[in-house]
């Protein structure tokens, strides 16, 4: 199953929907779904090296996007979506203290949250929820999300066939590794706030 996934996720990249697939997967990362645009632009970037600041590109657009999504549930939708959304992620106890965080260390929270496995989705709710100033929300997320993404292209870009290569004979050990990405993620999420 994992290798029908990831050959149909280098299939992908081949396909003029490829972009709007991994905008689509990059803009609800960031605002309500659980799974980072990484494990799509991984695969993707593999198959097409020379694409891959494209890919790069795409997923902070459509991260940004969804993050003003997802700041706009924090300010706007707290009561009813946001709230629903923490309590998915088993978070609701946990928003004050992130709260109080925000008011001393907003910047650096983005800062540092959008560049790591911790759901962005959290940070851009919360931000939204503190009251965070929307146009540094915007720009801190630029930076983090393009940092993240753009680094990420720039490994696959260089060293893209060996870690193809790499990927495919190790292909279920890496995926381990993501998935211990993402739930530590998460873990980090409700062991520190």
Not at 17 to 23: I, S
Not at 85 to 92: E, P
Not at 114 to 124: A, C, H, Q, R, S
Not at 147 to 158: E, Y
């Amino acid at each position: 199953m994992l290798k029908r996934l990831y050959n149909w996720t280098i299939s992908l990249s081949e396909s003029p929907r490829a972009p709007y697939a991994l905008g689509a997967v990059s803009f609800a990362e960031s605002s309500f779904f659980p799974i980072p645009p990484d494990v799509m632009l991984l695969p993707m970037a593999l198959a097409r090296p020379d694409k891959a600041w494209t890919y790069a590109a795409i997923c902070t657009i459509t991260s940004v996007i969804g993050g003003i999504v997802g700041y706009m549930i924090g300010s706007l939708l707290y009561d009813s979506v946001g709230q629903w959304l923490i309590a998915v992620y088993g978070l609701g106890d946990k928003l004050d203290g992130f709260r109080e965080l925000y008011q001393k260390w907003g910047h650096w929270i983005i800062l540092i949250k959008g560049f790591t496995p911790i759901p962005y989705k959290l940070v851009t709710i919360a931000s939204g929820l503190a009251g965070y100033d929307f146009i540094w929300f915007v720009i801190l997320s630029i930076i983090t999300r393009g940092a993240r993404f753009f680094f990420l292209a720039g490994i696959l870009n260089r060293y893209g066939e060996p870690l193809r290569r790499f990927i495919e004979n190790n292909l279920v050990a890496v995926a381990v590794v993501l998935i211990l990405a993402i739930v530590g993620g998460f873990a980090a999420v409700k062991l520190f706030f």
